[in-house]
């Protein structure tokens, strides 16, 4: 059995003073975390504060990114062991807008994920294709791309601890979300590559679902048999909403 993992990413949200506020009223809500995990993934300032909050409880808490080497001059970035130390179990990779804005490549994801690995952090790989991608009919074949690239150095023990969500990119902050049929199908494909390497660590990866995830359609998506879990945006950033896609699980 595949525990569903339901993931706040705050990308670039919340000062400390607005941290305290969300995660106070994520922690007065009522929800069930022996049926999903649940996880919250503040902007780096404020994970000191978001772990302090949630000592004790079971929310865990995450990274939105993270470098891929272990310490020294890189200006600017945080590595496996700072995320670590401050509380945070999870790192999300290859986020989508990190490929965007950064040029990330799946080589470098690659290289991260291995880094997390190494590091005991759990890595939160993101896939998917643009809506030009998806047009041309090439959904498949770009994550598939993208599955083998960022998981090129993991083993199969590795695989097993690690999560991947697909996002498709047209679907991510616009409003639009794949269909549960069309969510499934990606998912039971990338699922079906990951068993071509090992077909019991492909039963046992989970696969998120990411974009534009709400109260109202999460329970189709997660209902659905490949899907085990959401990534989600701007949804994560009120506690009422975030808890109804947590309680829709
Ligand atoms: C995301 O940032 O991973 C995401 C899925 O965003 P949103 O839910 O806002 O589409």
Partial sequence: MRKPIIAGNWKM?????????LISDLLAGEFDTSRAEVVVCPPFTALGTAARLLDGSPVRLGGQ??????????TGEVSAEMLLTVG?????LGH?????????????????ARRALDSGLIPIICVGETLEQRERG????VVDGQVAGTLAEL??????????????VWAIGTGRTATPEMAQEVHRFIRERLSE??????????????GSVNADNAADLLAQDDIDGALVGGA????????AIINSV
């Fill in 13 to 21: 949200n919340c000062t400390v003073a607005e941290t305290e506020k």
């Fill in 65 to 74: 990114n993270m470098s891929e080497h272990k310490s020294g001059a890189y």
């Fill in 88 to 92: 945070a179990a999870f790192v999300i």
């Fill in 96 to 112: 989508s807008e990190r490929r965007q804005y950064h040029a990330e490549s799946d080589r470098l994801v690659s290289a991260k």
């Fill in 138 to 141: 090439e959904t498949e074949s």
């Fill in 155 to 168: 083993t199969t023990e590795d695989l097993v601890k690690t999560v991947i969500a697909y996002e498709p």
């Fill in 197 to 210: 390497r090992d077909t019991s660590a492909a039963e046992q990866v989970r696969i998120l679902y990411g």
């Fill in 236 to 243: 994560s950033l009120k506690a009422d909403g975030f808890i």
